[in-house]
């Protein structure tokens, strides 16, 4: 009879804890059906470049931080993820986030860095540039767009840069009054182009305003009757120049965006 009783009391002891241990089961899964946004996997710069956003990467006075700006869309999109890569000394950073699309001009700001949660930064050095990477999503067919960029920090004040994959090459003396400077492979332009684009579109972003005259070479993709064409910022100028094959080279305004037509 004894040991009948003490197996009860063992058995609702033992109830009692897998009923206390099936509780604080059930309640951790719902700590964990949280889950971050999955980016879709998408190929990138697929549609046509006259079907593309024009985008600029600009630096900002303090060194230390850039905007990613979107100016205007041909393909809607309401939202576009955005996975900024870069060359900082001998590592690889990244900065990565959302940009809603409401009424355009929208832009991001991204430190050049990273903050600890107590609020501390630390910069990143010698900068050279990466690559953006932009989804655009919430139109009737999302798409993604990848091209380069490149960062120049001038403490030399030098007067000549080119582009991350040297096909744009520009000197100026004014340049030289410009600290830093990002020269990046936009993936589309602004408006309707005055004549058929056949180059890479640049956008030259420095941090102070642009003023005076260049020597710009561009190398197109083919050869023709090329010319220069620069985006002011309100419409589009033209500048002829000398040709040879498919390199094509003009005394230019300093303005915001370049690419040859043909």
């Known amino acids: 009879m004894k040991n009948k009783k003490i197996l009860m009391i063992g058995l609702a ?22 889950t971050r946004k999955k980016k879709l996997s998408l190929p990138t710069n697929i549609i046509p470049v006259d079907e593309r956003p024009y985008v600029a990467i600009k630096p900002l006075a303090d060194g230390k931080n850039l905007e990613i700006e979107i100016y205007s869309l041909v393909k809607d999109a309401t939202t576009v993820d955005y996975e900024l890569e870069y060359q ?32 501390a930064c630390t910069f990143h050095e010698d900068v050279k540039g990466g690559s953006l990477l932009t989804r655009y999503v919430g139109g009737d067919e999302p798409y993604a767009l990848k091209s380069d960029w490149k960062y120049i920090d001038n403490q030399d004040r030098d007067t000549a840069f080119s582009s991350k994959d040297a096909k744009f090459q520009i000197d100026g003396k004014t340049l030289a009054q410009q600290r830093f400077l990002v020269i990046f492979n936009s993936p589309g332009y602004p408006k309707k182009a005055p004549g058929t684009v056949v180059s890479d579109i640049y956008s030259l972003a ?4 642009l003023s005076g005259e260049a020597e710009l070479t561009i190398r197109a993709a083919e050869e023709g009757e090329l010319k220069i064409a620069a985006w002011t910022g309100e419409e589009w100028m033209t500048y002829e120049g000398e040709v040879d094959g498919k390199m094509v080279t003009a005394t230019v305004d300093l303005y915001e965006l370049y690419t040859v037509i043909k």
């Open 13 to 34: 002891i033992l109830v009692l804890v897998g009923g206390g241990f099936f509780f604080l089961k059930k309640d951790k899964p719902a700590e964990e059906t949280t």
């Open 88 to 119: 900082a000394g001998t590592l690889l950073q990244g900065a990565f986030g959302e940009i809603e699309l409401g009424s355009l001009p929208e832009k991001a700001k991204i430190l050049l860095g990273s903050c600890s949660a107590g609020g």
């Open 206 to 209: 420095t941090s102070s305003n």
